[in-house]
Each structure stands twice: as C-alpha cells, then as structure tokens.
C-alpha cells in the first residue's frame, strides 16, 4: 500500500480529531493509520479532552486484557457519558469494571443456558430462511432494510421474549438511537436535550421494563424471564439493569451485525474470486468467510479506556486519568499480524482478528450469536437459484465510532421464475 505524504511538521495524531477524516474514504482512514502503526509509540489525538491512540494489534490486545489498568469506566464511547445520563439509565455492562462487572456478567451468562442458545440457533436459520423468501418474493432494491437489519433484529426479539405488537417501535428507537454516534453535527443538532437518541432509549427502556415486570410474575421460555428470574448469588436484573442490558444488545447486537452483513456482501460482489471459492463448498469456508467479514470491515472502530494505574506501553508511560482510545480499525489491519492486510482473503488462516474486542473481560458475549447469524443468512443468500449482488459502493455513516452502513442497493443476477423462489429445506 502506498502511503500518502506527510505535510512536514503535521502533528500525526491531529488528522484523527478532524471529523473530515471520518468522512473521508476508506483507504485514506487505512492509510493514515497504517502510518501512525510505523510509529514507535503511541501518538495524542487533541480531540475533545485528547486521548491517546492504541493503533497496533499487540497493543490493543494488552490493554483489552489489563482491566485494572485501562478501565472501561466511566465509558467507552465518544464522549463518555454525562454523570446525568449514567443516573438516568443506569451503567451499561461495557462501562463497569471489576466486581460491578463480573456480578452482571455472571448474570447474563447464566441467563444463556444451553436450551436457550439451541433455540435461538434454531430460530436464527429459520429467520434467515423466512427473509430470504420475502427478498425473492417482494424484490426489494435496499439491502439494509430489506435483509441486513431484519436478522439480528428478529432474532434477539425472539430470543428476549418482545412481544410483535412492538417489534415496529423498538426497530424505529434502535435507529434513532444509534444515527449519530460518532458522526459530526451541527450546533443546533448537538444542543437538543436529551436529544432524540437518548429519548430512543429512554423509550425502549420502559418497555423492556414493562415486559420484565410481567414476567416476573408469569416467567416464559425466553430471554427476560431468565434474566428478572434469575438467581446468582440471590441476584436477578433489575429493572435499570435489564433496560440498560436490552439496550446494549440492541443497539450493539443489532447494529454490528447488520453492518457486518452490508460490507459481506459488498465484499463477497467486488471480490467474485472470493464469492466462487465460498459457493464451490460452502460448509468448509464458510466460517472463515464470516470472519474475514468482520476482519476487513470492522464493525466497531473504536472503543475508549480510563488509565487507572502507572503502565508503559509500546514506549510510552501512562498515568492515572490518561485517556486511550483502543482502534480495532487500525489492529486488524496490522502487517506484523495479518501478512497482505488489505486482501479480503477467505481461506486467511490463523486471523486474530479483534472485531469482538481484544479479549479480557469485555470479550463480546454475542460473538458465538453474531456468527451464526451471518453464517445461516449468507447461506441462504448464495446457495438460492438467484444470488444477490451489491450495486454501487455502500452509504456510510462517516462514523469515529463503527463502520456503518445507512443503505446499500442490491440486484439479483439472474431472472426466476416465480414457482422456484419457495425455499426448499
């Protein structure tokens, strides 16, 4: 990769506080981290209070797994959390560390039991299934409406227990919620308080309340019975909890998967060498296929840390209240670690990619769900009589935060009749 020059005296760091830089395409955001990645250590970004950049695989991996040292409180997006907010909704579980943390984890995980998972893999393939035949049925042109977001959307209502009556208002919240995370805006738009993403939440929060109280008085097979029912250590979620949990897995559940599903298509139609290999046998390349999905796009650029304690890092001495900001962006594209980092390469084997996180205790814990989602749906989408192709580049959010993906236009290759679009198990 050619990298373009550096103006002299340019301060490295400023380029990512510009949010020009985020609107920019792709392989100039790649380039300049690819330079701050030559770097020997790591460079400060004056963006709001500053932080510094951890752009290399090795270092993002050593902070995601020293908890005590690189904490997630008080947050972990762009900027942090008001006090307010945090009072308002209660701290979601990517901004607690320590024993707060491992409690509500604990809770949640126990909540997966093995019936659950099983079901919910089995809902997710007839999901994908059911999509699919809307898709050859309806022919719509939008991917991310039409395919992308109804996936991981209809899984987890299923999964939780949302009852249909509000599936419409929750999809609609997600959105408003999510639209201007890491994207630069106008004044008038950044002085609404609370704003309409923090209204989005505070909706669906009362909701999700509203169905936990429910059913702990009358608990059903699913997601929110299990977590309001639940007892570890004579604990169950609370009502701010299960609100705070439903809206990390919605808005983070959702959204990367979807995103993650746009650029694998996009991916799988600009590299038609790649498509062939995944079509020629499925099965073996499939899993691989999803992760270089999630490698190359990247779902969440970043995610922030608190320094709690004195660390050196890659040459650089951190102290007590220093912020970084861990780029996954830049780690998967790390030379020392993925030979050809720009290639989307099916068969890449090993791929340490950092799409979950770095590992740690703030691991994803839908990863396991993320995959099989993408699996089960690019399944269906290739191995149909009609295979899908995407049109023109993506629109992107032009996010500092993920890699997202307002709309994508898509076509069929071929025609089909009518009578062969039924999906044959």
Known sequence: MTLPAQRPGQDPGRELADPAFWQ???????????????????????????????????????????????????????????????????????????????QLRKIVQRAFTPRLLAAAEEDIHAVAARIVDDVLEQRPDEFVSAVASRLPLEVICNM??????????????????????????????????????????????????????????????????????????????????????????????????????????????????????????????????VDEMIRHSTPIIQFRRTVAAEHTLSGHAFAPGDKVVLYYASANRDEAVFPDPDAFDITRSPNPHLGFGGGGPHFCLGAHLARVEMKALFRELLTRPVGL????????????????????????????????????P
Not at 255 to 280: F, K, S, V
Request: with cysteine; aromatic share 6%.
């Open 160 to 289: 939780m227990g949302i009852p249909e009556r509000y599936r419409a208002e929750i999809a609609d919240r997600v959105n408003h919620a999510s639209e201007n995370i890491g994207v630069e805006r106008g004044l008038a738009s950044r002085l609404r308080m609370p704003g309409r993403g923090l209204r989005a939440l505070a909706r669906m929060q009362r909701m999700v309340a509203g169905i936990g109280r429910e059913r702990r008085k009358n608990p059903a097979d699913d997601l929110i019975s299990a977590l309001v029912c639940a007892n570890v250590d004579g604990q169950a979620l609370g009502a701010r909890q299960l609100g705070a949990f439903f809206s990390l897995l919605m808005v983070a559940g959702v959204e990367t998967t979807r995103n993650a599903i746009t650029h694998g298509l996009t991916l799988l139609t600009d590299h038609p060498d790649q498509r062939d290999l995944l079509l020629a046998d499925f099965e073996k390349h499939a899993d691989g296929a």
């Open 24 to 102: 920019a395409p792709p392989a100039h955001r790649l380039a300049a981290f690819a330079r701050l990645r030559a770097l020997d250590s790591p460079v400060f970004v004056p963006e709001g209070t500053g932080h510094w950049a951890l752009v290399r695989h090795a270092d993002v991996q050593e902070a995601s797994r020293l908890p005590r040292v690189f904490a997630s409180a008080p947050g972990v997006t762009t900027p942090e959390p008001a006090r307010w907010v945090r009072s308002l909704f209660g701290d979601s579980m990517v901004n607690l560390d320590g024993a707060d943390h491992a």
């Open 389 to 424: 192709r995407a049109v023109g580049h993506p629109d992107l959010a032009g996010s500092s935060f993920d890699n997202r993906v307002r709309s994508l236009h898509f076509a069929f290759e071929q025609p089909q009749p009518r009578a062969q679009a039924q999906h044959q």
